[in-house]
């Protein structure tokens, strides 16, 4: 059994209904799920989570919190973040090379399309098209691109996967609206992207 700690806030961004959505999908067989609402409220007994998902939109973290998350994936936790995961806690750059990439900036909610590039923990899910804020990182060197979507003719990683000390990090950058959240091609990406973090999936195979 995976033990599982969804951190998870907000009402408008994300969306409450996303975020309940959410909840559902990732209730899988052979995972335990329990939740809290900030990484102020990681609990004592950490090491004993296979992964953290992160579904929020915080501003402020204290050294203690980042000390323990940094702690927690060094030694071999797992993460799902997602959205504005990345956009949180903006001065805090030890927090992003966990993370693997930095919020920078994104247009208006905009249609654009997923596109897989990269053989592996992804395989077998179809390119498919959101309404979401697409955003833009400044991204580590470390990271493996899944899907991309194109932005003024470049593509621009969605999803990633990336290494920290022993753990994993998967990122999935749409998570703006509650439609994104109820597409059945990302809510299998979700699925697929935790269970990787866990160690329950074979690494990616490559491009």
């Known amino acids: 059994m995976k033990k599982v700690l969804l951190v998870s806030d907000g009402i408008f961004h994300p969306p409450l209904l996303g975020r309940m959505r959410l909840h559902r999908l990732l209730r899988m067989k052979g995972f335990s799920f329990e939740q809290v609402r900030s990484l102020e409220q990681l609990p004592a007994d950490l090491p004993a989570y296979s992964a953290l998902v992160l579904n929020y939109h915080h501003q402020q973290i204290s050294p203690a919190a980042l000390g323990r998350l940094y702690m927690f994936v060094k030694n071999g936790g797992g993460v799902l973040a997602i959205h504005a995961a990345t956009a949180s806690f903006k001065e805090t750059l030890p927090y992003f090379d966990i993370l693997g990439g930095r919020f920078v900036g994104h247009g208006p909610v905009s249609a654009f399309e997923v596109q897989r590039v ?90």
Request: charged share 20%; proline share 6%; aromatic share 12%.
């Open 118 to 207: 990269r053989s592996g923990i992804f395989d077998g899910i179809p390119n498919f098209v959101v309404r979401d804020e697409l955003y833009v990182h400044e991204l580590n060197p470390g990271i493996e691109a899944h899907f991309t979507a194109s932005l003024e003719g470049q593509e621009i990683p969605v999803v990633w996967s990336y290494h920290y000390g022993k753990g994993r990090v998967c990122y999935a950058c749409p998570g703006h609206t509650s439609e994104t959240m109820a597409n059945p091609a990302y809510q299998e990406l979700l699925q697929r992207g935790l269970r990787w973090a866990c160690g329950a999936l074979e690494e990616a195979s490559g491009a």
